[in-house]
């Protein structure tokens, strides 16, 4: 069974910096694509960053790039994204997704229950 659980939200000021956790388990890291998306309520899904397991490539959604990073840990079966030089416009539930088509999409299989981020002085 796949499972996902986003960690680490919470209040930062402006400027400030927070990294997201995402633990997996119930699937191989090679044979999935993984990403991070956002939403506010009321709006639209937004990508936020995406690694493809077929290329390796790593993407970035515009609004954040140069400001966030991905990475991942296979051993620990876990994936981070570093925030850094946040925005109030970064405020939304962050979710952690995969799938199994190794291909970054916006209907990604699988996802995570969120955790809040909230950038406010």
């Known amino acids: 069974e796949v499972q996902l659980v986003e960690s680490g939200g919470g209040l930062v000021q402006p400027g400030g910096s927070l990294r997201l956790s995402c633990a997996a388990s119930g699937f191989t890291f090679d044979d999935y694509a993984i990403a991070w998306f956002r939403q506010v309520p009321g709006e639209a899904r937004e990508g936020v960053s995406c690694?493809?397991?077929?290329?390796?490539?790593?993407v970035y959604g515009d609004s954040v790039k140069g400001r966030f990073t991905f990475s991942s840990d296979s051993a620990r079966n876990t994936v981070y994204l570093q925030m850094n030089f946040l925005k109030p416009e970064d405020t939304a539930t962050y979710y952690c997704?995969?799938?199994?088509?190794?291909?970054?999409?916006?209907?990604?299989?699988?996802w995570g229950k969120g955790t809040l981020v909230t950038v406010s002085s």
């Open positions: 690694v493809s397991s077929r290329d390796g490539t790593t």
């Open positions: 997704a995969v799938d199994s088509t190794r291909l970054c999409s916006p209907w990604m299989e699988h």
